[in-house]
């Protein structure tokens, strides 16, 4: 039943991600959406490995894969603002609807 | 899976799951940012409950380095970080619900309803040696597509975050020596 | 031969700990009766220690619109991550626990002195202080990478992230004598995250002590004491990572793992008090550009000697 129940910690922490990434305005609080989302792929990761197959190292790439997103996922993003905020003041992600294609 | 580690899994899920929910529903930036950083300390945690102590262990060193920068930025462009006058910064609350709802329903009804298989192998006796030798081994693809993934973004987002160029510390013709900083080095380049 | 999680060693470290900053603390003091020309005496040297009595009776001051909840979180933080960070220190023959990612887990108690001190800058609603925590992550930046490639030096070196298998890999040759710049590295991080001496600029004069400027009390006691913990924990680490541990002729293991510490630690103290205030944007730029690339260097010392026979 562990296994379960950490796969719906995992879930949970996605959802409530994704919600936040749908909802939030300021592309920071967006960024922190998609951080949760990823931390809910770490856990998933890590349960398979533990719970699945803990003699092969997928399961603990995937995790790296993961946390390297973040890691990306926040420079990548943060450079992005500060561009945009450089050139016209702005940080929601409602005012930048032009740049949608 | 011992008892001790069975209570730990709970306490670290419980607090991560609030952590992650208290993100979106308190109003100071600063305590948003580090509501997010003890729910991914506690993913740490779980991880490193798991067996799998030096990613846990690195998760926790990372995601506090990558809060408090994360903090600056807030503050730096959010209009109201101290969240001292509350204003609502949200769209489409509903919709989001929604959508967000039916994807925990799908995946905890997969969860509940797939057959998932026992369990294969066993333990190795140092999870961070199997790590280790299997990025630098038979996942070294991945290691090297990682390597150059980090670099693309150390360069992209210097590119993207910088508004000045050579031209503009070197001037026209590239020959100013020292170059032209707002803010001096410490090595006079 | 390392002895790991005796019950006894869990009040020890942090006593230990708080010893060798009570002892580091009188060294900065007499060192400074000494330059002043007054007599160096025992109970001169510890007249600072005067400041605990006179904190826990203060006033608390009160701030408007201030952010309480962060503030007392960052301030604790910052001594309890020291003293967590001795969890993996081997004394002697003793360890608390021999975590095998020791060498990780005293990276992260390190940088949490990061979130603490931000918090502890941000928690007052005051422009100084948050000058001050801002202060200390553009130094951190600088810092870090250089420390962590020090570190991972030592662990490359004896192959393994655990503490006691460092300490135990260095046989006869210490790690100081031939990887002697991550050593150097190590020293510069420590004085750099207990921010004393040239890193003091977070809690600079300038700006009217930052960081550590609004706080009062026990708070003020608690920040200042995370300092001089850290200095203590960084010295007791650098003697597993670079000087052998316990290891020596004739002295039991602890009475090495002793002398080395009070020697590391008086050799910090000395240096804290003579070189002069860093700026973070200068220190960025010598980091990167200069101790970064070295550092990358020291590592590939121990990589290339462990690749032969």
């Given at each position: 039943?562990?296994?379960?129940?950490?796969?719906?910690?995992?879930?949970?922490?996605?959802s409530t991600?994704l919600y936040?990434?749908l909802?939030?305005?300021?592309?920071?609080?967006?960024?922190?959406?998609?951080?949760?989302?990823?931390?809910?792929?770490?856990?998933?990761?890590?349960?398979?490995?533990?719970?699945?197959?803990?003699?092969?190292?997928?399961?603990?790439?995937?995790?790296?894969?993961?946390?390297?997103?973040?890691?990306?996922?926040?420079?990548?993003?943060?450079?992005?603002?500060?561009?945009?905020?450089?050139?016209?003041?702005?940080?929601?992600?409602?005012?930048?609807?032009?740049?949608?294609? | 899976?011992?008892?001790?580690?069975?209570?730990?899994?709970?306490?670290?899920?419980?607090?991560?799951?609030?952590?992650?929910?208290?993100?979106?529903?308190?109003?100071?930036?600063?305590?948003?940012?580090?509501?997010?950083?003890?729910?991914?300390?506690?993913?740490?945690?779980?991880?490193?409950?798991?067996?799998?102590?030096?990613?846990?262990?690195?998760?926790?060193?990372?995601?506090?380095?990558?809060?408090?920068?994360?903090?600056?930025?807030?503050?730096?462009?959010?209009?109201?970080?101290?969240?001292?006058?509350?204003?609502?910064?949200?769209?489409?609350?509903r919709g989001a619900l929604v959508i967000s709802g039916a994807v925990l329903a799908a995946l905890v009804?997969?969860?509940?309803?797939?057959?998932?298989?026992?369990?294969?192998?066993?333990?190795?006796?140092?999870?961070?040696?199997?790590?280790?030798?299997?990025?630098?081994?038979?996942?070294?693809?991945?290691?090297?597509?990682?390597?150059?993934?980090?670099?693309?973004?150390?360069?992209?987002?210097?590119?993207?975050?910088?508004?000045?160029?050579?031209?503009?510390?070197?001037?026209?013709?590239?020959?100013?020596?020292?170059?032209?900083?707002?803010?001096?080095?410490?090595?006079?380049? | 031969?390392?002895?790991?999680?005796?019950?006894?060693?869990?009040?020890?470290?942090?006593?230990?700990?708080?010893?060798?900053?009570?002892?580091?603390?009188?060294?900065?003091?007499?060192?400074?009766?000494?330059?002043?020309?007054?007599?160096?005496?025992?109970?001169?040297?510890?007249?600072?220690?005067?400041?605990?009595?006179?904190?826990?009776?203060?006033?608390?001051?009160?701030?408007?619109?201030?952010?309480?909840?962060?503030?007392?979180?960052?301030?604790?933080?910052?001594?309890?991550?020291?003293?967590?960070?001795?969890?993996?220190?081997?004394?002697?023959?003793?360890?608390?626990?021999?975590?095998?990612?020791?060498?990780?887990?005293?990276?992260?108690?390190?940088?949490?002195?990061?979130?603490?001190?931000?918090?502890?800058?941000?928690?007052?609603?005051?422009?100084?202080?948050?000058?001050?925590?801002?202060?200390?992550?553009?130094?951190?930046?600088?810092?870090?990478?250089?420390?962590?490639?020090?570190?991972?030096?030592?662990?490359?070196?004896?192959?393994?992230?655990?503490?006691?298998?460092?300490?135990?890999?260095?046989?006869?040759?210490?790690?100081?004598?031939?990887?002697?710049?991550?050593?150097?590295?190590?020293?510069?991080?420590?004085?750099?995250?207990?921010?004393?001496?040239?890193?003091?600029?977070?809690?600079?004069?300038?700006?009217?002590?930052?960081?550590?400027?609004?706080?009062?009390?026990?708070?003020?006691?608690?920040?200042?004491?995370?300092?001089?913990?850290?200095?203590?924990?960084?010295?007791?680490?650098?003697?597993?990572?670079?000087?052998?541990?316990?290891?020596?002729?004739?002295?039991?293991?602890?009475?090495?793992?002793?002398?080395?510490?009070?020697?590391?630690?008086?050799?910090?103290?000395?240096?804290?008090?003579?070189?002069?205030?860093?700026?973070?944007?200068?220190?960025?730029?010598?980091?990167?550009?200069?101790?970064?690339?070295?550092?990358?260097?020291?590592?590939?010392?121990?990589?290339?000697?462990?690749?032969?026979?």
């Amino acid at each position: 039943m562990t296994f379960e129940l950490l796969l719906v910690l995992a879930a949970g922490l996605f959802s409530t991600g994704l919600y936040g990434a749908l909802s939030q305005q300021s592309i920071v609080m967006i960024m922190m959406g998609i951080e949760l989302m990823t931390g809910g792929v770490v856990v998933a990761a890590a349960v398979f490995w533990s719970f699945l197959s803990p003699g092969a190292s997928g399961g603990q790439v995937l995790v790296v894969a993961a946390v390297l997103a973040m890691a990306v996922e926040m420079a990548m993003g943060f450079a992005v603002t500060t561009a945009i905020y450089r050139a016209r003041r702005v940080d929601m992600a409602d005012m930048a609807e032009d740049l949608k294609g | 899976m011992g008892v001790t580690n069975t209570v730990l899994l709970w306490v670290l899920g419980v607090l991560a799951l609030t952590g992650g929910v208290l993100v979106f529903t308190l109003n100071s930036m600063a305590r948003v940012a580090f509501s997010l950083l003890g729910c991914l300390v506690c993913v740490g945690g779980v991880v490193t409950v798991l067996g799998l102590p030096y990613l846990g262990v690195v998760i926790v060193l990372m995601m506090v380095m990558e809060m408090v920068i994360m903090a600056v930025f807030m503050i730096a462009y959010m209009m109201n970080p101290a969240g001292l006058m509350p204003m609502s910064m949200v769209h489409n609350t509903r919709g989001a619900l929604v959508i967000s709802g039916a994807v925990l329903a799908a995946l905890v009804a997969g969860i509940f309803l797939v057959p998932w298989p026992g369990r294969t192998g066993a333990r190795p006796k140092d999870s961070t040696f199997q790590l280790g030798m299997s990025l630098m081994a038979d996942q070294m693809l991945t290691m090297v597509t990682l390597g150059f993934v980090l670099l693309a973004t150390m360069v992209g987002a210097t590119v993207l975050a910088t508004r000045r160029g050579r031209y503009d510390r070197f001037g026209d013709e590239l020959d100013r020596r020292p170059a032209e900083d707002p803010a001096g080095g410490g090595v006079g380049r | 031969m390392v002895d790991a999680g005796k019950w006894w060693t869990l009040p020890v470290a942090p006593a230990l700990l708080l010893g060798f900053a009570v002892l580091a603390v009188a060294g900065k003091t007499a060192l400074d009766d000494r330059g002043a020309g007054r007599s160096v005496t025992p109970v001169g040297v510890l007249r600072p220690l005067l400041a605990v009595p006179r904190a826990l009776v203060a006033q608390p001051r009160r701030l408007p619109a201030s952010d309480r909840l962060l503030w007392r979180l960052g301030v604790v933080t910052v001594p309890v991550a020291a003293v967590l960070s001795t969890l993996v220190i081997p004394f002697g023959n003793h360890v608390v626990a021999d975590l095998s990612v020791g060498v990780v887990w005293f990276n992260a108690m390190e940088v949490l002195t990061w979130a603490g001190l931000w918090l502890a800058g941000w928690g007052p609603n005051a422009a100084f202080s948050l000058v001050g925590g801002y202060r200390f992550l553009a130094q951190g930046l600088a810092y870090e990478l250089p420390l962590m490639f020090a570190l991972i030096s030592a662990a490359t070196g004896a192959q393994s992230l655990r503490v006691t298998d460092i300490a135990g890999a260095q046989h006869g040759l210490w790690y100081a004598v031939w990887m002697p710049f991550a050593f150097a590295v190590h020293l510069t991080g420590v004085l750099a995250f207990s921010f004393l001496g040239p890193f003091a600029y977070p809690a600079g004069r300038d700006i009217a002590d930052g960081v550590l400027g609004e706080t009062s009390g026990v708070d003020r006691l608690l920040l200042r004491a995370g300092r001089w913990l850290w200095l203590a924990a960084g010295a007791a680490m650098a003697v597993p990572l670079f000087l052998g541990g316990g290891a020596g002729p004739g002295l039991p293991a602890w009475a090495w793992s002793l002398v080395k510490t009070v020697l590391v630690l008086g050799l910090l103290v000395w240096v804290l008090r003579r070189l002069p205030a860093l700026r973070a944007d200068r220190y960025v730029e010598l980091a990167w550009v200069v101790l970064l690339p070295a550092a990358i260097v020291q590592v590939l010392v121990p990589a290339l000697v462990d690749l032969g026979p």
